[in-house]
């Protein structure tokens, strides 16, 4: 059986030694501000389209389901498509961010 500690040492004087160094990076792979946006973006498309067809079935349609079903599937594309767009800016942020890191380097 082997020894998961150094002999002649205890586990308590080898827990206090502190943690050897290393190169590795602990940077999260996704940046917090986009799962907010993702989240937030979540929650419109799950709250928006219910919202919508609840506020407007007995108010706006007085009774009429279809035309809140409606109302409430035009709600999802929109929140749908703004995602998109949101998305797509960001994507054109991050490539001028990289064209200017570029040209700097290269001056």
Do not use: C
């Amino acid at each position: 059986m082997s020894a998961r500690r150094p002999h002649g040492q205890s586990y308590a004087d080898v827990a206090a030694k502190p943690a050897p160094k290393s190169d590795s990076d602990i940077t999260p792979a996704v940046p917090a501000d986009v799962i907010y946006k993702l989240l937030a973006f979540t929650a419109a498309m799950v709250f928006g389209p219910i919202g919508i067809y609840f506020l407007t079935v007995n108010t706006v349609f007085r009774g009429n389901s279809t035309f809140a079903g409606i109302a409430a599937a035009v709600t999802a594309n929109v929140v749908l498509f703004a995602y998109i767009y949101v998305a797509w800016l960001e994507d054109q942020g991050d490539k001028k961010e990289a064209d200017k890191a570029e040209s700097k380097k290269a001056q």
